[in-house]
């Protein structure tokens, strides 16, 4: 079964830009995993921000992008804002047993 | 608007089971599925299967296989999740999300309720 891995801890200066990445032990990402983003921060549900590689969710600020890259899944934040620090998931799809994997968070500090 | 409301914290003996509900509006039930995602203290969120709201057709993950069920009553437009044979690994927030397509896909999710497994 497939582990999703992702850095586990990042930090970005305010105005500053950040990229997070999503890789699987199973190979390439692609879109057929159609990656997922959320964030979630402390004592709150995880709050959806990008599906399908790249779409946004209309609530998600403009500042966050999904993309593909050098075979992982990506999300980079443009100009972070205090509020942006949290904890931030891929999801991934696979066929299989285990349809649905998450990644193992990356921690962003705001700093 | 869609909103999913779960039922309140629990705290269970060891070999114990628990339901957790998930009610649901602001949209058709039967025309979406519901997955559930679990996450223990400090660890990350980890997919424990999903329902069919339509036919209620059901997948788990192979590591609750045996101890999960899922189900829904469309008409009280709810879906629960029960696991058994609890031990303290089970420990955790457990949510339920909402699963349709495009946009519509993990794009909301239950408050969580916390489940507390310890003798």
């Known amino acids: 079964q497939a582990v999703v891995t992702q850095e586990p801890s990042l930090t970005v200066s305010p105005g500053g830009t950040v990229t997070l990445t999503c890789g699987s032990s199973?190979?390439?990402?692609?879109?057929?995993?159609?990656p997922y983003w959320f964030q979630q921060k402390p004592g709150q549900a995880p709050r959806p921000l990008i599906y399908d590689t790249t779409y946004k969710h209309s609530w998600t600020p403009a500042r966050f992008s999904g993309s593909l890259l050098g075979g992982k899944a990506a999300l980079t934040l443009s100009g972070a804002q205090p509020e942006d620090e949290a904890d931030y998931y891929c999801?991934?799809?696979?066929?299989?047993?285990?349809?649905?994997?998450f990644g193992g968070g990356t921690k962003v500090t705001v700093l | 608007q869609v909103q999913l409301v779960q039922s309140g914290a629990e705290v269970k003996k060891p070999g114990a089971s628990v339901k957790v509900s998930c009610k649901t509006s602001?949209?058709?039930?039967?025309?979406?599925?519901m997955q559930w995602v679990r996450q223990a203290p400090g660890q990350r969120l980890e997919w424990m299967g999903w329902?069919?709201?339509?036919?209620?057709?059901?997948k788990y993950s192979q590591k609750f296989q045996g101890r999960v069920t899922i189900t829904r009553d469309t008409s009280a437009s709810t879906a629960y999740m029960e696991l058994t044979s609890l031990r303290s690994e089970d420990t955790a927030v457990y949510y339920c999300a909402y699963y349709g397509s495009g946009s519509y896909s993990w794009a909301y999710w239950g408050q969580g309720t916390l489940v507390t497994v310890s003798s």
């Open positions: 999801l991934l799809s696979y066929v299989g047993s285990r349809p649905w994997v």
């Open positions: 602001g949209y058709s039930f039967t025309g979406y599925s």
């Open positions: 329902i069919n709201g339509g036919n209620g057709n059901t």
């Open positions: 199973a190979g390439a990402v692609t879109s057929g995993h159609y």
